[in-house]
């Protein structure tokens, strides 16, 4: 796993907490990459499912799992770009397909994962210039999109199929 700064690691919960690059529609689109997968396990195999999925591609796309809510079925995962230190968030949340059936064995999982903002995290206060410059239109030279397909199919525990990608305008 390549190794965040010092600025990354301090500054990284700070620009993960307001999501600068979230803030504007039209351009978080740019680097925003969402997915809606189907798995044919229960919510709670699913979420262990994906969890050893991420554990396992961990080191060669660099991630590191900071919120691991199981009884709400939600995970957010970081990844800092290698050189520069760009934090990309990966939230994944998982709902029952049939919450009433006591022999529910679908689970659907909406994924995404966008940049968090303009700067990097290395950057002295670039949490600051990220919500300074929130309207800045900027890419994720489509990180996004294959760290969402990384983790997909990293899931070998669970039949997983992709029933709706691409950025949402919401």
Not at 142 to 154: Q, Y
């Amino acid at each position: 796993m390549a190794k965040s700064c010092c600025f990354a690691q301090c500054q990284g919960p700070i620009q993960a907490a307001i999501r600068p690059g979230l803030w504007l529609p039209g351009v978080r689109n740019l680097h925003l990459a969402t997915e809606t997968w189907t798995i044919s396990s229960s919510p709670q195999a699913a979420f262990d499912a994906i969890v050893e999925a991420v554990g396992s591609i961990a080191d060669e796309e660099n991630l590191i799992i900071r919120k691991e809510r199981k009884a709400e079925l939600y995970l957010e995962i970081w990844s800092y770009t290698p050189y520069c230190n760009w934090l990309d968030i990966v939230e994944i949340r998982l709902h029952d397909v049939q919450p009433d059936s006591s022999t529910n064995n679908e689970t659907i999982a909406e994924a995404r994962s966008f940049s968090s903002g303009l700067f990097p995290a290395c950057c002295p206060l670039g949490f600051i210039f990220s919500s300074i410059f929130f309207w800045v239109p900027f890419s994720g030279n489509n990180f996004n999109t294959h760290r969402l397909e990384a983790i997909r199919k990293a899931i070998t525990s669970a039949a997983v199929t992709v029933s709706d990608e691409g950025p949402t305008c919401c």
